[in-house]
Nanobody, 126 residues
Framework: VQLVESGGGLVQPGGSLRLSCAASDFDLESYSICWFRQAPGKEREGVSCFKKADGKTYYKDSVKGRFTMSRDNAKKNLVYLEMNSLKLEDTAVYYC???????????????????WGKGTLVTVSS
C-alpha cells in the first residue's frame, strides 16, 4: 500500500497549485481520503476529506472556497487538491492519507488515518 503526493512547489500569493495523490496496490474508491498539512513549527492539521460513508467532501474553514478536492474519474486511484488564491499561511508540507474504516471527519483530522504518503512541499512566497 503506497500513497505518493506530487505537484508541490513555489507559488506567489494569490496563485494556484494542483496537488495529486496516487495510490498503488489498493483501490482508493474503497477508502476515505483526506489531505493534511503541516507548517514549520506547527502541528499537523486536516485540510479536506472525502468521507466514503456519505460520499461528501469536507473542508477546513480557512480553505473553503479556495481549495477543491476531487477524484480522477478515469484514473480511479488518483485524487487531487486544487488550491487557488493561495496565502502565505498555506505554506506547509501537504500529505494525503487513506482509511478503509469509517469514522467521522473529526476523528480522521485528530487521530489520523491508516495509510500516509510522504508529502509534498508547498511554499507560498513573494
Amino acid at each position: 500500500v503506497q500513497l505518493v503526493e506530487s505537484g508541490g512547489g513555489l507559488v506567489q500569493p494569490g496563485g494556484s497549485l494542483r496537488l495529486s495523490c496516487a495510490a498503488s496496490d489498493f483501490d482508493l474508491e474503497s477508502y476515505s481520503i483526506c489531505w493534511f498539512r503541516q507548517a514549520p513549527g506547527k502541528e499537523r492539521e486536516g485540510v479536506s476529506c472525502f468521507k466514503k460513508a456519505d460520499g461528501k467532501t469536507y473542508y477546513k474553514d480557512s480553505v473553503k472556497g479556495r481549495f477543491t478536492m476531487s477524484r480522477d474519474n478515469a484514473k480511479k486511484n488518483l485524487v487531487y487538491l486544487e488550491m487557488n488564491s493561495l496565502k502565505l499561511e498555506d505554506t506547509a508540507v501537504y500529505y494525503c492519507a487513506a482509511e478503509k474504516s469509517s469514522y467521522s471527519v473529526y476523528y480522521y483530522f485528530t487521530q489520523g488515518m491508516e495509510h500516509w504518503g510522504k508529502g509534498t512541499l508547498v511554499t507560498v512566497s513573494s
